[in-house]
Nanobody, 124 residues
Framework: EVQLVESGGGLVQPGGSLRLSCAAS????????MHWVRQAPGKGLEWVSG????????YYAGSVKGRFTVSRDNAKNTLYLQMNILKPEDTAMYYC?????????????????WGQGTQVTVSS
């Protein structure tokens, strides 16, 4: 059974940091590009960041570039997102997903696999 399980979300004050993790199982993690996608309350999906299968190439949406860092550990089948200098507009459900890069996402099923999400709330 394929599983992507996100963790690490929570409530944080503006300017704070969080580190999200995504544990993968049931498929060959190291052969897939991986992505973080988020959905803010009342809004559509937004692609946030991606990393290629080998971990050497990373990509970011303009809204998070310079503040977020994506990485992966293929030995541990885990994807990470280090989020710094968080802003209220970063409040969203964050999903990890496996599959081809998609800079514009309208539905999670556009990816091969996806998780259930972890909530990030940035508020004072």
């Amino acid at each position: 059974e394929v599983q992507l399980v996100e963790s690490g979300g929570g409530l944080v004050q503006p300017g704070g940091s969080l580190r999200l993790s995504c544990a993968a199982s049931g498929f060959t993690f190291a052969t897939y590009d991986m992505h973080w996608v988020r959905q803010a309350p009342g809004k559509g999906l937004e692609w946030v960041s991606g990393v290629n299968s080998g971990g050497r190439s990373t990509y970011y949406a303009g809204s998070v570039k310079g503040r977020f860092t994506v990485s992966r550990d293929n030995a541990k089948n885990t994807l990470y997102l280090q989020m710094n200098i968080l802003k209220p507009e970063d409040t969203a459900m964050y999903y990890c997903a496996a599959g081809d890069p998609k800079w514009v996402v309208t539905a999670l099923n556009e990816y091969k696999y996806w998780g259930q999400g972890t909530q990030v709330t940035v508020s004072s």
